[in-house]
């Protein structure tokens, strides 16, 4: 999608600047450590890692509010064995 980019360039410019402030730090450093960890914790992409978590996070309270309901998926009675032919 063209939203993750938008959103690394948006949030490298703010790193930048707000580490560009503090003067402890090897801004190169710090902005090449975050690429790293970016690339190798979300190789598909921002994006749809949050889009994951989310759906991940709403099912999981989904299935809590319907545990504490008592709902759920609907249990089925056991079929009765077939008959034998004769």
């Given at each position: 999608?063209?939203?993750?980019p938008f959103l690394d360039a948006?949030?490298?410019f703010y790193l930048t600047v707000w580490l560009g402030q503090q003067g402890t730090l090897d801004?190169?450093?710090v902005v090449g450590g975050v690429l790293i960890?970016?690339?190798?914790l979300l190789?598909?992409?921002?994006?749809?890692?949050?889009?994951?978590?989310?759906?991940?996070r709403?099912?999981?309270g989904r299935d809590l509010r319907l545990a504490r309901r008592g709902g759920g998926r609907r249990r089925?009675?056991?079929r009765p064995a077939p008959e034998?032919?004769?």
């Open positions: 999608t063209m939203i993750g948006f949030g490298m801004l190169n450093m960890l970016f690339v190798l190789p598909r992409g921002v994006v749809p890692a949050a889009m994951t978590l989310a759906t991940t709403v099912g999981r089925r009675s056991p034998p032919a004769e």
